[in-house]
């Protein structure tokens, strides 16, 4: 399973970006997929978190101004950012939770992540 991230850039308090993460690869099962961030000399923490069975979690920080979803083709996931603050700064990482064919467990796969800034 490969992800990759796109999207991040340069936005001012108070605008948008919004992310994409595309999963490739055969002979898998995605689960879930989400993303997380992390900030410098910060822990990666869980931003919003998206099941096969249409369960959303949003970390609070983030609840009312970033929405989480899949595409039609479901390997797209996507994170729509509004009302950017400072302190949403971290780079960006796509997650997704997969079960590979003839193999039982659950594994996890990252994406290589995706700068985003919020600065005036």
């Known amino acids: 399973v490969q992800l990759q991230a796109s999207g991040g850039g340069l936005a001012q308090p108070g605008g948008s970006l919004r992310l994409s993460c595309a999963a490739s690869g055969s002979g898998f099962t995605i689960t879930m997929m989400g993303w997380y961030r992390q900030a410098p000399g910060k822990q990666r923490t869980l931003v919003a978190v998206?099941?096969?069975?249409?369960?959303?979690n949003y970390a609070d920080s983030v609840k009312g101004r970033f929405t989480i979803s899949r595409g039609n083709a479901k390997n797209m996931l996507f994170l729509q950012m509004n009302s950017l603050k400072p302190e949403d700064t971290a780079v960006y990482y796509c997650n997704a939770g997969a079960v590979l064919d003839g193999d039982p467990d659950l594994r996890a796969y990252w994406g290589q992540g995706t700068q985003v800034t919020v600065s005036s």
């Open positions: 998206l099941t096969s069975g249409g369960m959303i």
